[in-house]
């Protein structure tokens, strides 16, 4: 299973734009947070008008996460006069947060559909199954990584987060790894809400450094070292 990224960077990194992917099956477009930038993006990628239905995961509620979402919501709704499908988890914890905003930007309940990640399973060659698991990225937002259960093996995407524990037990379990898309920073301090990226290298063992795709880029020196330690740096859509 392959991510296509259109954006891939911090949110004070606006160079590398906001960190977003997706993928497509069955004319479906399934898409990883949509920060401010993101909806201008699938606007000039015409990825809208190519696909027959959107279907959305927010990780959390920053701003550079979710920032487009109204401009998402209401040109789906009023120009291509479709309701984009919310995934959420079950007992979401962000979701208080996402109706907040999603009411503050007057999107009204009838454009939009919450859907449970339960409800695709089974239903795609591409992954079995889709699962947020709660992740430890700031106080006080409620912030969630992706787990897709894949043929190849388990798709990891870590969402904003500082803590390195679910890679661990994703590699102890040893469970088959296909990609582990991982939120990597250059700065290393302890009020850091984001992993550093020599904290990933030493949780990575040597075999599966390929298999580690950095993304959510803090700076240029990130990328550098990134590849030195010979992990991945995710590309964007051209």
Do not use: W
């Not at 661990?168 to 040893?174: A, F, H, V």
């Amino acid at each position: 299973m392959e991510l296509t990224f259109l954006g891939r960077g911090a949110a004070f990194n606006p160079k590398e734009e906001n960190n977003s992917a997706y993928f497509i099956e069955k004319d479906e477009l399934f898409l990883i947070d949509c920060g401010e930038r993101i909806f201008d993006k699938l606007i000039e990628t015409k990825l809208l008008e190519k696909t027959q239905n959107i279907n959305l995961m927010i990780t959390h509620t920053h701003s550079d996460h979710i920032g487009s979402i109204g401009s998402l919501v209401m040109y789906y709704y009023f120009n291509l006069h479709k309701k984009i499908n919310i995934i959420l988890p079950e007992k979401a914890k962000h979701l208080p947060n996402i109706q907040k905003i999603l009411d503050g930007f007057g999107c009204t309940k009838e454009m939009y559909n919450y859907i449970s990640e339960k409800e695709f399973d089974g239903k795609y060659q591409t992954f079995e199954t889709i699962r947020y698991t709660e992740t430890d990225h700031c106080d006080p937002l409620h912030c969630y990584s992706l787990i897709f259960n894949t043929n190849d093996g388990t798709v990891y995407y870590s969402g904003d987060t500082r803590e390195i524990n679910t890679i661990k037990k994703i590699i102890s379990n040893g469970q088959k790894i296909d990609k582990l898309y991982i939120d990597t920073s250059s700065s290393n301090f302890e009020e850091s809400v984001h992993l550093y990226i020599g904290a990933v290298e030493k949780a990575i063992p040597n075999n599966l450094k390929d298999h580690v795709y950095c993304m959510h880029l803090s700076d240029d020196e990130c990328i550098i070292k990134a590849k030195k330690i010979g992990f991945n740096v995710v590309e964007v859509r051209k």
